[in-house]
């Protein structure tokens, strides 16, 4: 079904972009399950089309029931709508509600759901960073004994901060716990210590995060994509208050000449931040 407009008259009509999100709602209720997928499929045309608060806000939380009673094959369609339609959720009016939907299906039994739903959340963040409700169900998902729950977690955070820094003051302990666990895939580990830049502009997180990264850049233990990784948040945090220590510049030089192109960039980096004493 398409949902062009007949004629640029038609095209303006608020009641025939509604017409078209009704037939949407009723082809995503189709026993057939690629007609739901085309269905789905269509809605960031119509949003494109028909950019109204009214209509967007009525087509999310059509989405938001639908994701909340589907199978999961069809909530990760759902879910990639949210992201490919990013630039129409500000219009929302109904945030909370569509929230409380999404929130039925992060606190289902079912593992895989719940990493839909927080796939669904990240690509939201723009409207759900700064709800508490949101927040703290995404710190409990770290206590998930699912990998891929945990990376979901791990990648909705990162999100989330995008657009609530604050929201680091939450995850704050959970995170360094994480980044520290060596049984944590180090794909992963990266991903919380990256994530941990967003404390530059916190004073006292940045000035505690110092001895997680030298810890992690240092460490003999540590495999060379952390130190990477604990590099490149270092120097993220560099600032008048926290400046990186000559010992530390002394040891972070000796990655200079490694063999490994990325290591070698992350310590000249770290080390253009460094300013030597009398040096202003």
């Known amino acids: 079904m398409s949902t062009v407009a007949p004629n640029s008259d038609t095209a303006r009509s608020s009641d025939w972009a509604f017409k078209q999100l009704f037939k949407l709602e009723s082809k ?15 809605f960031p045309k119509l949003l494109d089309q028909f950019p109204f608060p009214t209509l967007v806000s009525s087509a999310f939380l059509k989405l938001g029931d639908l994701f909340r009673s589907s199978p999961n094959s069809l909530r990760y369609h759902i879910a990639q709508v949210f992201g490919a ?37 990240g690509n939201a963040s723009l409207i759900f960073a700064k709800f508490p409700e949101a927040q703290h169900s995404i710190l409990l998902r770290y206590q998930s004994s699912h990998p891929l729950e945990i990376v979901a977690a791990v990648q909705t955070t990162e999100s989330m901060l995008s657009y609530s820094p604050e929201f680091l003051e939450v995850v704050w302990e959970t995170v360094l716990s994480k980044a520290d666990d060596p049984d944590v895939p180090d794909s992963v580990r990266v991903q919380l210590i990256r994530s941990l830049q967003h404390a530059a502009p916190n004073l006292m997180l940045s000035t505690l995060l110092y001895s997680h990264c030298q810890h992690w850049a240092c460490d003999t233990d540590s495999t060379n994509i952390i130190r990477c990784a604990a590099m490149d948040t270092w120097k993220a945090i560099i600032q008048r208050h926290n400046e990186l220590q ?7 030089s000796g990655y200079v000449l490694h063999d490994l192109a990325s290591l070698r960039r992350s310590a000249l980096a770290l080390l253009g931040k460094w300013k030597p004493k009398g040096q202003t």
């Open 246 to 252: 000559s010992v530390d510049a002394k040891h972070i």
């Open 85 to 121: 339609s990013q630039q129409h959720l500000a219009q929302i009016t109904q945030t909370e509600e569509l929230l409380k939907r999404i929130l039925v299906v992060l606190y289902s039994n079912d593992p895989i759901a719940r990493v839909l739903a927080l796939r669904l959340i």
């Open 28 to 42: 995503c209720r189709s026993p057939t399950p690629a007609l739901q997928v085309e269905a789905i499929g269509e």
